[in-house]
């Protein structure tokens, strides 16, 4: 999606990162980002021959690592389409609630609050429960769903 976005002229939070933080080595970024990803993604090594051997990292890969992955893709998804599926609305401010301390100090925190109260205090299985629960509850939401920044209802699976 970010290539998409970037193709199109569009701001992604990679550009979002850089302006924020000029400085940063997105290259590390990126590595970090993209390590699992490529480990899942890819039997063999770039030579096309050789298997890779991700054990000992996969070892290490966990639905945690994921979020902010997933919290990427959706809002450089929604730079180009312009809308989300109500399951990624929903992922959204609960990844914001997972993670109030990478918030500006302006923003205001009562929305993931209010969704997903001390959701930080709890266990990760209880943080997911909350989730799908939270999903289940807007799906079918009718003022959400006729909002044109939601998918339409028979496109996202919701």
Not at 120 to 130: D, G, I, P, S, V
Request: charged share 30%; proline share 6%.
């Amino acid at each position: 999606m970010e290539g998409i976005a970037q193709t199109a002229n569009l701001p992604t939070l990679s550009t979002h990162i850089i302006s924020a933080f000029p400085d940063v080595d997105m290259r590390k970024v990126k590595r970090l980002r993209n390590q699992y990803w490529n480990a899942i993604k890819h039997f063999y090594s770039q030579d096309g021959k050789t298997p890779r051997h991700d054990e000992e990292l996969l070892a290490d890969f966990s639905d945690v690592a994921n979020d902010a992955v997933l919290f990427e893709g959706w809002l450089d998804y929604l730079q180009v389409v312009g809308r989300l599926p109500v399951s990624a609305q929903v992922f959204q401010l609960w990844w914001y609630a997972m993670n109030e301390e990478r918030m500006t100090p302006e923003t205001d925190s009562t929305p993931f609050r209010k969704a997903f109260p001390d959701i930080r205090r709890r266990q990760r299985t209880e943080q997911k429960r909350m989730l799908r629960r939270a999903i289940e509850r807007y799906r079918g939401n009718e003022e959400i769903l006729r909002d044109p920044r939601t998918e339409p209802h028979y496109l996202s699976g919701d």
